[in-house]
């Protein structure tokens, strides 16, 4: 699976706009861009996912980058509830042989201040 | 509400003990996935179900088992359990068709071994 990388921590603050970065230099033509989070031990929270193409959903916006090398997710107008542990994943697509686990890292830790 | 649940939520139990997990997956899906995070290792993989049958192993102790059953949930079967088992214990549950693999969480179980 390819590896990620992402900031330990980031601060943002309330309702302004959170971009979180992940690189994915060995990131593979079927492997997909994944993004959950995690706030206070419960348990992860699934925001989106790409392949190639931006994504958007009520979440959030996941930009990748032509080479796919790299990804931001954005939360627009971030809320005090965001803070959280926010984890990029890159996972294979259909047919891989680890096709199935997710393989979280440490994330980055975001924490939206007042 | 990711639609996946898990009891007990809280499990305090002694070394040496035996204990069962149990996760219902979200209606409809037909994989379920277990996870451990510790505060060491983080969330990792343990085991995959589909349908009744193993699909994928993570690094799952020998003294731990899962299964799935007929109705689709799974328990997780910790045995001769030790301090370091301490953790939580995620479930999630996905569709498991080839377009959509997206994996939704439980709120996991608190399990502490004294």
Known sequence: ?114 | DSGVTQTPKHLITATGQRVTLRCSPRSGDLSVYWYQQSLDQGLQFLIQYYNGEERAKGNILERFSAQQFPDLHSELNLSSLELGDSALYFCASSVASLLQETQYFGPGTRLLVL
């Open chain 1, 1 to 114: 699976d390819a590896k990620t990388t992402q900031p330990t921590s980031m601060d943002c603050a309330e309702g302004r706009a959170a971009n979180l970065p992940c690189n994915h230099s060995t990131i593979s033509g079927n492997e997909y861009v994944y993004w959950y989070r995690q706030i206070h031990s419960q348990g992860p929270q699934y925001i989106i996912h790409g392949l190639k193409n931006n994504e958007t959903n009520e979440m959030a916006s996941l930009i990748i980058t032509e080479d796919r090398k790299s990804s931001t997710l954005i939360l627009p107008h971030a809320t005090l509830r965001d803070t959280a542990v926010y984890y990029c994943i890159v996972r294979p697509g259909a047919g891989g042989t680890s096709y199935g686990k997710l393989t979280f890292g440490q994330g980055t830790i975001l924490t939206v201040h007042p």
